[in-house]
């Protein structure tokens, strides 16, 4: 039996949006067809209705099992969840920098760990550096 690796906790949402978002995009041919042709299409396009709704309920529950996820383990695994800490492009919850390369050390060699520079993580009650 072949070992499997840990799945993403939305992984089941994720796939049954992309059932839902399938579906809508099938009934919206068919609603675009039946308006263009003159058959009635509103039964079409209540059908669309339901499938656009369930892709919003379905994305806006991926996005709290996300924060959750990331608010329990700290571990922000995908699109939705909790952006970067501070809101500064190349910040991130573990102090790591990873913003820009340091320009002063040669294109050729590879970075050591010593050049990683790292900054404090801000204080959560005061949302300052220190």
Known sequence: MAQRGP??????????????????????GVTVFCEVTGRPALGWAMTLLVCVFAVVVLDRWRASVLRRHAAATGVVDGIGGAGPAGGRPGSSRTGVDRAAPDRTASASAPASPAAVRTRPVADATHGADG
């Open 7 to 28: 799945t993403r906790p939305t992984a089941r949402i994720e796939e049954a949006i992309g059932f839902a978002g399938t579906f809508g995009v099938l009934f919206l």
